[in-house]
């Protein structure tokens, strides 16, 4: 039995297989390297960053609490421990912190305009209109604004 080789069906073949050990060589490390920097990346203590969430997960589940306590929503809790933020601070505060809270936990995202016009109402009640209205900035459509607005008219 006799083999032929064919140069021309040879020279593609050299460029192609050193292509495929390369990427043979290369393609694993990267996979590992970005799934390790994926996993690198995920909070797996359990504590929320965001000190607002982190006062809310305490108050929903805080020993003494009813049980009528630890029934209530993410965003219940969350809007209350704003409000009570907003009179110790300013609204600044608590509407930085409502976004930091809907970044850190996208579900709450369809109940921040809610909680930003309840803002908006409760800062007009604690510093008047005129200085409610100052704090007003562009958190979850501007419904800080809304709600400062609607407690005046």
């Not at 933020?85 to 579900?107: F, I």
Request: glycine fraction near 8%.
């Amino acid at each position: 039995m006799k083999h032929s080789t064919n140069p021309q069906t040879r020279r593609g073949r050299g460029t192609a297989r050193r292509i495929g050990r390369s990427l043979a060589l290369v393609l694993p490390v990267v996979l590992v390297l970005s799934g390790t920097l994926a996993v690198a990346r995920v909070n797996w203590s359990g504590t929320p960053s965001s000190p607002v969430l982190a006062a809310a997960d305490t108050a929903a589940s805080a020993p003494g609490a009813s049980s009528r306590a630890g029934a209530r929503a993410p965003h219940e809790v969350l809007r209350d421990t704003l409000l009570v933020e907003l009179q110790k601070e300013n609204p600044g505060v608590a509407l930085t912190h409502l976004q930091q809270a809907v970044n850190d936990r996208p579900s709450l995202a369809k109940h921040c305009a809610s909680i930003a016009r309840s803002l908006g109402r409760a800062a007009v009640r604690v510093y008047g209109p005129t200085q409610a209205q100052s704090y007003a900035r562009p958190v979850c459509d501007t419904s800080f604004a809304s709600g400062v607005v609607k407690a005046t008219s």
